[in-house]
Structure formats: structure tokens, C-alpha cells
């Protein structure tokens, strides 16, 4: 039987490895944390719900980073209502990780501009897609990417979505006994406790 986690029945290292795996996920594209689903409200205020690439978690900031089209409903969902909601779950590691929070758009500010210059060509491309996100299609291929040599085209359609998280939830499934915790962000930092799982 493999031995239990550090931050089994350890409050303070629960919430240490909820951020070092959410950082882990987002510099590894094979972790469970890559690829999050993220919620906001459609303009109808009915849930949406569609998965997204996690490219920053910064601990220090209580902040998550992904990236979207500013033509696509996410991002104006995100301008129309703030609130948003992440879950992933790694099966390998057996641990699900929620937060809830407000997302800031970022198009032509700092954020925005150092989101860019890091994001490889490959990413670059999908933002010059031409229709955009959404737009209804003739058929499954009809539409186009520019060459990758103008990569920079989709710099105007691009945006940083900033999560500010506001309350996380760790839940570590191990059949010795689950352990779940949750914290919420207070003007002191973080205050949380153990949950029934």
C-alpha cells in the first residue's frame, strides 16, 4: 500500500499542494490541472461551462491566468459578470481542486501584452481564425487560420483571463479515508478548514 500524502492530515500543507499542483498543471500539459473547466453566466443567466487551458497560478497573488479570444461568448460573459468557477480533477493524483472567483478580461494592457509574448506561435495562430469563435459555418471547415508566419494577426482578438480565486477546495480521495478541505480569502489572507468529503 503506498504511503499517504504529506498533506494527509496537514491543513497548512493541503493548501500548499493545492497551489504547487495547480502551478505543476499549468506548466505541464499531461497533468490533470492542465485543462480545468471553467464556468460563467451566459447572458440568458444559465451556467456555461467549457474547458480551458490553465497557463498561470500564482499562490503570492491568489490568481489563476488563461487566455481566450475577445470575439468568443467567454470573454463576454466574463466582461458582462465577474463571477466564475474552476474544477479538474487528476486521476493519478486522486485529488479534485474547485475555486470560485471573479475573472478580469485583459486585452491591451501589461497583462495582456506578457500573457502574449509568452504564448508559443502554435497558440498565436488559433487567434486569427477567421470567423470567430461561435460564428455558425457551412460546414465543419469552413473557416480559416492564417499562415503561421503572421501569427501576430490574432494579437487584436486576444485576451488573459485573470481568476482572482475567492474560496478553493482541495477533496483527496484515498480508500483509508478521503480528506477534503476549503478556504476562503478574507482581507487577512487565506482562512479555511477540514470538510466533510
Known amino acids: 500500500m ?14 500548499a499542494a493545492l497551489w504547487r499542483l495547480l502551478a505543476e498543471g499549468a506548466a505541464h500539459g499531461r497533468s490533470g490541472f492542465h485543462l480545468p473547466a ?13 474547458t480551458v487551458v490553465l497557463r498561470a497560478a500564482d499562490r503570492a497573488t491568489g490568481t489563476l491566468r488563461l487566455h481566450c479570444d475577445r470575439r468568443s461568448d467567454k470573454a463576454a460573459e466574463v466582461l458582462a459578470n465577474p ?14 481542486i474547485r475555486i470560485e472567483g471573479r475573472a478580469s478580461l485583459h486585452t491591451g494592457d501589461a497583462a495582456a501584452d506578457a500573457a502574449w509574448a509568452g504564448s508559443r506561435a502554435m497558440s498565436r495562430v488559433c487567434y486569427g481564425a477567421e470567423p470567430g469563435p461561435g460564428t ?12 503561421p508566419e503572421d501569427a501576430a494577426l490574432g494579437r487584436p482578438h486576444f485576451a488573459a ?13 484515498d480508500r483509508r479515508g478521503h480528506r477534503r478541505a476549503g478556504w ?6 487565506w482562512s479555511g478548514g477540514w470538510l466533510a468529503p
Do not use: H, K, M, W
Open 184 to 189: 476562503r480569502r478574507a482581507e487577512a489572507g
Open 161 to 173: 483571463v485573470i481568476v482572482r480565486a475567492e474560496a478553493l477546495d482541495f477533496l483527496y480521495l
Open 38 to 50: 471553467l464556468a460563467t453566466l451566459g447572458a440568458d443567466g444559465r451556467p456555461r461551462l467549457r
Open 83 to 96: 463571477a466564475c468557477a474552476l474544477s479538474a480533477y487528476d486521476g493519478e493524483a486522486n485529488v479534485q
Open 2 to 15: 503506498s504511503p499517504l500524502p504529506p498533506f494527509y492530515d496537514d491543513l497548512d500543507a493541503t493548501l
Open 136 to 147: 455558425a459555418l457551412p460546414a465543419g471547415g469552413a473557416y480559416a487560420l492564417p499562415d
